[in-house]
């Protein structure tokens, strides 16, 4: 049975950081690319960051560029999104996805594997 979790939200000030956790079990990440994504309340999700399976690459939205950093360690079947000088509005629910893409053209993220259940993220003082 493949089972997706999310680890890591919570509650942080402005300008805090937090570190998601995306674990996997029955489904092995390692040859695809992981990514996360996040959908606040009334609007659309939407992707925040990809990573390749070989590490060689790595996507970020715009809005998340120098704030956040994705990781993956496959000896773990796991991947990390590390984020930095969060701000009110990252405040969503973060989705891992498994097999994600990211159209440069379009500046579009897609997924096509697997989802997890979200963790929420709250950025309030």
């Known amino acids: 049975q493949v089972q997706v979790v999310e680890s890591g939200g919570g509650l942080v000030q402005p300008g805090g950081s937090l570190r998601l956790s995306c674990a996997a079990s029955?489904?092995?990440?390692?040859?695809?690319?992981i990514g996360w994504f996040r959908q606040a309340p009334g609007k659309e999700r939407e992707g925040v960051s990809c990573?390749?399976?070989?590490?060689?690459?790595?996507y970020y939205a715009d809005s998340v560029k120098g704030r956040f950093t994705i990781s993956r360690d496959n000896a773990k079947n796991s991947v990390y999104l590390q984020m930095n000088s969060l701000k009110p509005e990252d405040t969503a629910v973060y989705y891992c996805?498994?097999?994600?893409?990211?159209?440069?053209?379009?500046?579009?993220?897609?997924?096509?594997?697997?989802w997890g259940q979200g963790t929420q993220v709250t950025v309030s003082s």
């Open positions: 996805a498994t097999d994600c893409d990211y159209y440069s053209d379009y500046d579009v993220f897609a997924n096509f594997g697997y």
């Open positions: 029955g489904f092995s990440l390692d040859q695809y690319a």
């Open positions: 990573i390749s399976s070989s590490e060689n690459s790595t």
